[in-house]
């Protein structure tokens, strides 16, 4: 009889990216490819909040992206750095995970997607002490511009590989065997 447990190891950026990536699953994958990188209509942001969500959105999640989001199409800002999604962020006067989602929806070569897992899988990788997401605005603000932001552009490369890795990476460490 054998026993056996998986094991993580040291590995290199592309062994790494390549790994995870081929454990990424979404069941609605297809939302984001068709409608990322597309011109935004109202449509088009339905579907990749849709997709953000992972299931159909319910009535109070659709109203709040009619709400918040769509009348944005009709003022789209040209957002080129950092700091302007910053201050564009702030003018919205929010700073939730479905904000820095926009950020993506409008520059997503500038702004990478954030979520608990995506985070979660960064805080391993550079030894922070809270594994999840801080729940305040100012909080979760600071992280996604200072930390993640930063941490994204050091490791380079494509960024769709590096979010499925992350995201496959970040739930894994949560619900899967390396789970603590």
Known sequence: MQFKIPKL???DKKDFLEFWARRYTYSLDGLY????????????????YRWKNGTDLSEKKLD????????ELNH???IETVEQGREYL???????IWDFFWLHCLNPKLFPIFDQHTYRAMAEMEGLA?????YSTEKKLDMYFSRYIPFVSKIGGDMRLLDKALFAYGKELKTGPFSP
């Open 9 to 11: 190891v040291i590995t």
């Open 33 to 48: 490819e068709e409608n990322i990188n597309q011109p935004l209509n109202e449509s088009c942001v339905i579907e990749l």
């Open 64 to 71: 709040l992206v009619k709400r918040v989001y769509i009348p």
């Open 76 to 78: 789209l800002p040209k």
């Open 90 to 96: 702030l003018k919205l006067n929010r700073g939730q």
């Open 130 to 134: 809270v594994p999840e997401i801080p």
